[in-house]
Nanobody
């Protein structure tokens, strides 16, 4: 079965950096687009970043552009989200997601807290 396992969240000061990882299994990873979403308390889940199966193209939410970088390693079945210049408003649970064979799959999420 499809499994997505996020890691790398934690507490960071404003202006700091974190690198999230998502290990995938149970599907043909190299053929699947991958996404990062986030959800803060009381807010809707929003798209953070998306990457094509080969990693040749990425897209970002407007507030993340220039600060976040999504990448993937198809040999390791893993996607990454490098987050720099973090702001308090970036605090949320970050979820890994894929759309595979007409179904959405989600990881359990990893908490990112940005606070001094």
């Amino acid at each position: 079965q499809v499994q997505l396992v996020e890691s790398g969240g934690g507490l960071v000061q404003p202006g700091g950096s974190l690198r999230l990882s998502c290990a995938a299994s149970g599907f043909t990873f190299s053929s699947a687009p991958m996404n990062w979403y986030r959800q803060a308390p009381g807010k809707e889940r929003e798209l953070v970043a998306a990457i094509t199966p080969t990693g040749g193209s990425t897209n970002y939410g407007d507030s993340m552009k220039g600060r976040f970088t999504m990448s993937r390693d198809n040999a390791k079945n893993t996607v990454y989200l490098q987050m720099n210049s973090l702001k308090p408003e970036d605090a949320a649970v970050y979820y890994c997601n894929t759309f595979w064979r007409r179904l959405h799959y989600w990881g359990q999420g990893t908490q990112v807290t940005v606070s001094s």
